[in-house]
């Protein structure tokens, strides 16, 4: 299975990229980790936002690859602990599909992408800056791989 990271936003911090890239490594081919960037829209001071939301989720729709079962990153979501993520990541990949996760800009998601997601995963009622987002999300798919196949990265 291939989990495809769907994210608004490009040239990130170094930490941000190293962060990503250090679990996205560790992954192995059975579960393996790919991001695909989208450029965020015009953010300024007489930006139109909905214009730019709608514009991102476009763009975040036509990056999913064909077949994948897709799950958005919404504060709205449920909150999984890592047993449940891992409960999860093991019927994903018994599902037969590839797994796409749609992490949104500072707004969030577009309705279209809400509405085409199969679930919603809330990472915490906290508020995130996106770009942790990504490093959060790879490393907790790889914590909750390594609890699937015993491995000892993760301690409960």
Not at 64 to 71: A, E, L, R
Not at 126 to 155: D, F
């Amino acid at each position: 299975m291939k989990i495809h990271i769907i994210s608004v936003g490009n040239r990130m911090p170094r930490w941000v990229t190293e962060g990503y890239e250090e679990y996205a490594r560790r992954m192995p081919a059975e579960c393996g980790l790919k991001l695909v960037e989208i450029n965020p829209g015009h953010r300024g001071k007489n930006a139109d936002m909905q214009r730019t939301l709608h514009d991102e989720g476009e763009r975040m729709l036509k990056a999913i690859p064909k077949g994948c079962q897709v799950i958005a990153l919404d504060v709205q979501g449920s909150s999984w602990g890592t047993e449940k993520l891992s409960q999860k990541l093991g019927a994903w990949m018994g599902d037969g599909r590839d797994l796409a996760l749609l992490v949104g800009g500072p707004e969030g998601l577009a309705p279209d992408c809400l509405a085409r997601a199969e679930g919603r995963w809330s990472l915490s009622p906290l508020t995130m800056p996106h770009p942790l987002v990504r490093v959060v999300v790879a490393e907790q798919i790889y914590r909750a791989w390594s609890l699937l196949r015993n491995h000892p990265y993760h301690r409960a």
